[in-house]
């Protein structure tokens, strides 16, 4: 029988006591960062599924990410956790292909989906499911993925319960108009569902440590919308200027005591039809970011445009005296995904391929660079080359037709550094200590 090695009430904060005491079938736990709503939810479908197991029974959680690239690195560690705090490592194993933690004795399993592959869902085989959880709820496509995938898990449930459990866990987006803060609104009404919202300033048993709460303040003395969406959770809206250009930290010189221990190029391509643009930034011994030097070259209102081939050389000849001033090759280089041309030269010219960008919608990718901004990291170098960068960022907006929508769009006008400026900080997340 599977022994418990702590209390309960040891690892919740009281906030949570409610959320995992309710009898009502659909739990949806939102709120800021850092919250501890994930833990929770881990906790408690660990805790369920060791009560049949020291009864000798199978029981069955489905675990769901949007897209099962993300599973090994949040839910699937997530839960690995709960198993550990719960003193209950030694009765589970790990499988790889397909992802799964399974319980030694009696086969009772903890599966992991992406919903990127929602066939694989609705197709569901699995037996004796006791719960569902959906993790990081508002980055899945619609509502129509839990529509189509919960009847499915339902039908499956384990004949010792009456009903399956249905678990959400997210943190709001800043756009009050995205679907899942409209999906929310009706399920607050719903008696089948209970919904609760929590923050970091919920946690009374101080989990939080120093370093994470000198981190929020810091947020919060940069950038006090940002502070409230990330940490607070609330919808703030999107404003039309997208960026506060009081986080651009300008730099007559390279601080003498932060030296630069890695260089990163990200380039927006546009060939005949508009700009092409690449920046060099580094990265410091203090995690500052630094744009160093800006590439740009625009066709408009030239007769001649410059072909693939002399922007390959243009690019080439940038990184090559950007790696002679600060003698360091590149760590990175990004490029735009949708581009070919310029990448086949540059690699049919120098043997070297860039890194394409994995895109997400317009607002996940701004959200990098607003993280990087509120932290209070990013600098720039006081250089001639570089006041186009910074006069596309003051002029970078949102369509103001589109803000009533849950996928706003930009005005796409004079936006190419804007655009390798998200490549970057999409590319090198946990480089930079951004963390989504």
């Known amino acids: 029988m599977t022994q418990m090695a702590v209390k309960i009430t040891d690892e919740i904060n009281p906030h949570f006591y409610k959320l995992w005491n309710t009898k009502k079938p659909y739990i949806i736990a939102k709120g800021g960062r850092g919250s501890f709503k994930s833990s929770v939810i881990s906790l408690k479908l660990v805790t369920e599924i060791l009560k049949y197991i020291s009864k000798g029974r199978t029981a069955n959680v489905i675990c769901i990410r949007e897209n099962s690239t993300y599973l090994r690195d949040s839910i699937f560690n997530q839960i690995l956790w709960a198993i550990g705090v719960l003193g209950a490592s030694s009765e589970f194993e790990v499988r790889k292909s397909p992802l799964m933690i399974r319980n030694k004795s009696t086969d009772s399993t903890f599966f992991f989906y992406g919903a990127d592959n929602p066939m694989k869902l609705k197709s569901n085989l699995v037996q004796n499911i006791i719960a569902v959880w959906f993790e990081e709820a508002a980055n899945f496509k619609s509502a129509d993925v839990f529509d189509q995938a919960i009847p499915t898990f339902v039908r499956q449930k384990s004949p010792f319960i009456d009903e399956v459990k249905v678990y959400y866990s997210y943190n709001p987006p800043r756009n009050p108009y995205d679907w899942i803060n409209e999906w929310i609104i009706d399920k607050e009404n719903n008696p089948n569902y209970f919904v609760d919202t929590s923050t970091y300033l919920d946690d009374r048993l101080g989990f939080t440590t120093k370093q994470q709460l000198e981190l929020i303040n810091e947020y919060k003395a940069n950038d006090e919308d940002y502070y409230r969406w990330l940490y607070l959770g609330e919808a703030i809206g999107l404003g039309t200027n997208i960026y506060n250009m009081d986080l651009f930290h300008r730099l007559d010189k390279l601080p003498e005591h932060d030296r630069i221990i890695a260089i990163y190029y990200s380039a927006d391509t546009g060939h005949e039809v508009s700009a092409t643009t690449c920046g060099c930034y580094g990265l410091t011994v203090t995690d500052k970011v630094i744009l160093l030097d800006t590439y740009y070259y625009s066709p408009e209102g030239r007769s001649r445009k410059k072909s693939p081939k002399e922007l390959a050389s243009d690019l080439h000849e940038f990184i090559q005296e ?115």
């Open 322 to 436: 950007c790696t002679r001033r600060y003698g360091m090759q590149p760590e990175k280089m990004t490029i735009d995904s949708a581009e070919g041309a310029l990448d086949n030269q540059y690699y049919n010219d120098y043997g070297i391929r860039w890194s394409k960008v994995k895109k997400l919608k317009k607002i996940n990718m701004i959200d990098r660079v607003h993280d990087l901004l509120a932290q209070g990291r990013f600098y720039y170098l006081s250089d001639s080359d570089n006041d186009i960068f910074i006069d596309e960022h003051k002029r970078y907006q949102w369509d103001e037709n589109t803000l009533q929508s849950d996928d706003p769009k930009v005005i796409k006008e004079n936006d190419h550094c804007c655009d390798q400026f998200q490549y970057l900080c999409r590319s090198n997340e946990r480089d930079f200590g951004l963390k989504f």
